[in-house]
C-alpha cells in the first residue's frame, strides 16, 4: 500500500508511519473498519499529492483570494472548536478560478492542521445577503468533501446561518452527498438561534453578535490575534495611577509564583517518577503521550515555559496570575511582544520589551477586574532577534517591529486551562500552585474515545469466542451423531 511512490506526496507516507494520532484519526472516522480506512487514506494521499498541500503558502497563491475574505479562520465555538468561516456572498461561481479557490481552501486545512495539531474545526456557512449568483454547489461540494474524505475526525459541525429558500433545493443535493453521521453535524440556525452554538463575542452584529473583528489582507489572517489590541491590557483610571508599591508587589508576587512554580515542578516530577515505576513494574512500557506539568518550549530564540497552558483558577478557586517565563538562547538581544484573544480580561507585564543575550525574563499575566479566564483564550508570543547596534527602547522597538520581516519572527501560542477546585475562595496563588491541574476536556474526550474503541473491541473479541464455541458445540453434536451413527450400523452388521 505504501509502496506506491508515484500516486503520493513520500512527506504523507513518512508522517502516517510516524504519527499514530494521524492513522487513529482515520480508524475513528471510518469506525474501525480497516478496508474503509485504508481507502479513506488511498483517496486523501492521492488528493493531497494532486492538490500540492504540502507545499501550498501565501506566494503559490493569487492574493486577491486573501483580499476577497470570502474563507478565514476566527473564533470558537460554545464547545472551545476554531471556526472556520465561509462567507458566500463575497464567493462567485468562475470555473476558470475554481481550482485556486479550492487550493485556498486546502491551504486554509492545512495550516490549521499543521499549527494546532489538528483539533477539531466548525464550520460555519454565513449565507447573510447570497441569492442565485452565488449557489456554486461544486465549491461546496468540495469543502464538505475535505471533512468527509480528505481530513479525518476534523469536523465537529456545519452551522449554516440564514440559508434562503431558493437554496433549499440545493442543500438537499448537498444533503445527499453526506453520510449519516455528517447529516447529523448539519445545524440551520438564524438569528435568533445561532447562539445556541456559537456565543456572541464570536459572531459579527449581522448575525446578532458582538465581535468587532474586521477581515484584512495583508497581513495573513491570523484568526486569534487580527484584531487590534492594546498591548497591556484594558486603560482605566485605576491602572493609570497604580502605584509604585503596587508595581513592587507585583514584582514581589512574580518571585513568588516563579519560586512556586518551581516547587510545584519538583512535586510533579516526583510524582510522575511515581507513577513511571509503578507503571513499568506492571507493563515495563513507558506511555509515550505522557505531559509533564510544567514544561518548556524549546524555540530557536527563546525558551518558554510553560509550553502549553496557562493555568488560572475559576471564580471559586480566586486565582487571577500566571507567570511566563522566556529564556533568550541567542547571543543577541531578542525582542519580543505578547498578545491575546482577550485584551479586555488580560494584563500583561510587559508585554513589549527585551531580553538580553542568556538571560531569563518573567512575564505576569494578570486577569483583570471581575473576569474569569476561559479555555477559549489564547495568548501569542512572537520573537525577533534584534542587530547588537540597535537599542532597545520604546521607539526602536516600536520601529523594529514595523520592519523586522515576518520570516525572522518566532512565533508560539499558549491556552488557557481553568482549574476547578472544592477549596475556598480564600485560596492564595501559592497554595494553589501546588494542586494537580484537572484534565482538560479535550484529554477526557480522548480517553472517552480510546475506552469505546477497546470496548469494541472487546465486544468484537466476545462475539467471536461466542461464534467459535457455538461451532465447538455443533462440531461435538455433529461428532457424537456420526460416532452413534457408526456404532449403529456395526450394531446392524453383527445381527
Not at 472551545?80 to 462567507?87: I, N, R
Not at 507585583?250 to 509564583?257: F, M, N, P, Q
Request: hydrophobic fraction near 35%.
Amino acid at each position: 500500500f505504501l509502496d506506491k511512490s508515484d500516486k503520493y506526496d513520500s512527506r504523507d507516507v513518512e508522517r502516517l508511519q510516524q504519527d499514530d494520532k494521524w492513522v487513529e484519526n482515520y480508524l475513528i472516522w471510518r469506525h474501525d473498519v480497516v478496508d474503509d480506512t485504508l481507502k479513506m487514506i488511498d483517496e486523501s494521499f492521492q488528493w493531497r499529492k494532486e492538490y500540492t498541500v504540502n507545499d501550498l503558502s501565501e506566494s503559490v497563491l493569487p492574493k486577491w483570494l486573501f483580499e476577497n475574505g470570502a474563507l478565514f479562520l476566527h473564533g470558537y465555538d460554545k464547545e472551545g472548536y476554531k471556526l472556520f468561516w465561509f462567507k458566500v456572498k463575497h464567493h462567485t461561481r468562475d470555473p476558470k478560478q475554481q481550482l485556486d479557490k479550492k487550493k485556498l481552501v486546502a491551504f486554509w486545512l492545512e495550516h490549521y492542521a499543521k499549527r494546532d495539531h489538528g483539533k477539531p474545526l466548525t464550520v460555519v456557512f454565513d449565507m447573510a445577503e447570497t441569492g442565485i449568483s452565488h449557489i456554486d454547489l461544486d465549491f461546496v461540494r468540495f469543502i464538505v468533501n475535505c471533512f468527509t474524505d480528505y481530513y479525518p475526525n476534523f469536523l465537529t459541525k456545519i452551522v449554516i446561518f440564514e440559508m434562503p429558500w431558493i437554496m433549499n433545493a440545493a442543500f438537499k443535493i448537498v444533503k445527499g452527498w453526506l453520510g449519516p453521521d455528517a447529516i447529523s453535524m448539519l445545524k440551520f440556525t438564524n438569528k435568533t438561534d445561532v447562539q445556541e452554538y456559537i456565543s456572541g463575542e464570536y459572531l459579527p452584529p449581522h448575525m446578532g453578535g458582538t465581535d468587532s473583528f474586521k477581515y484584512s489582507y495583508p497581513p495573513l489572517v491570523d484568526d486569534d490575534f487580527q484584531t487590534p489590541l492594546c498591548e497591556n491590557g484594558p486603560i482605566t483610571s485605576e491602572d493609570e495611577h497604580e502605584s509604585k508599591e503596587e508595581i513592587d508587589a507585583d514584582t514581589k508576587e512574580a518571585g513568588e509564583l516563579n519560586e512556586a512554580q518551581n516547587l510545584n515542578q519538583k512535586k510533579m516530577n516526583s510524582i510522575e517518577q511515581i507513577s513511571k515505576s509503578e507503571e513499568t513494574d506492571k507493563t515495563e512500557v513507558k506511555p509515550k503521550n505522557a505531559k509533564k506539568a510544567l514544561t518548556t518550549f524549546k524555540g530557536p530564540l527563546l525558551h518558554i515555559s510553560p509550553a502549553e497552558e496557562l493555568y488560572f483558577g475559576s471564580k471559586e478557586t480566586g486565582e487571577k496570575k500566571c507567570l511566563i517565563v522566556l529564556t533568550n538562547v541567542t547571543k543577541n538581544v531578542v525582542a519580543f511582544k505578547v498578545r491575546t484573544t482577550a485584551p479586555e480580561k488580560y494584563r500583561v507585564k510587559p508585554s513589549n520589551s527585551s531580553c538580553e543575550p542568556g538571560t531569563s525574563l518573567d512575564i505576569i499575566v494578570s486577569l483583570h477586574g471581575g473576569f474569569a479566564a476561559s479555555l477559549q483564550d489564547r495568548f501569542l508570543i512572537m520573537a525577533a532577534e534584534m542587530d547588537q547596534s540597535s537599542g532597545a527602547g520604546g521607539p526602536e522597538l516600536t520601529q523594529f517591529w514595523k520592519e523586522v520581516p515576518r520570516t525572522k519572527v518566532m512565533e508560539h501560542r499558549l491556552r488557557c486551562h481553568v482549574i476547578e477546585s472544592s477549596k475556598p475562595s480564600s485560596l492564595t496563588l501559592k497554595d494553589n500552585a501546588f494542586n494537580i491541574p484537572a484534565k482538560t476536556n479535550e484529554d477526557l474526550h480522548i480517553q472517552l474515545t480510546h475506552l469505546l474503541q477497546i470496548n469494541r473491541r472487546l465486544e468484537e473479541q466476545m462475539n467471536r469466542c461466542l461464534w467459535f464455541q457455538q461451532l465447538s458445540v455443533v462440531l461435538s453434536l455433529l461428532s457424537v451423531t456420526v460416532a452413534a451413527f457408526c456404532f449403529y450400523l456395526a450394531y446392524a452388521q453383527r445381527s
